[in-house]
């Protein structure tokens, strides 16, 4: 008889997320499987955010929040792509 092992789903439909938050406006910006992935990835975008930041101002571009969260790979949308570290593209948040 073959032994069988049960598999939990769950660990691998969890992923981490890097939220990019601007006011009300949340947006998936990057995902990691490993939590110090996307926590180094979130210090790595907040230290961009902060070297541009008067730049932002300036050119009156919205200045994204990072955060952490768990998401489930079923939770990104369909054609989800990364967003850029300063949270913006073509003058646009994406």
Known sequence: MADL???KRG???TLWAVVATVGKLN???EVYRSR???VEDRDWRAREVSA???FLRRSKQPVPHYSVAP???SDLP???TPLPALGFLRGEFI
Do not use: F, G, P, S
């Open 71 to 73: 998401i489930r790979r």
């Open 52 to 54: 541009y930041a008067d």
């Open 11 to 13: 660990d691998e439909d």
């Open 5 to 7: 092992t049960l598999v």
């Open 78 to 80: 369909r054609k989800w």
């Open 36 to 38: 110090n992935q996307a």
């Open 27 to 29: 947006r998936v910006a």
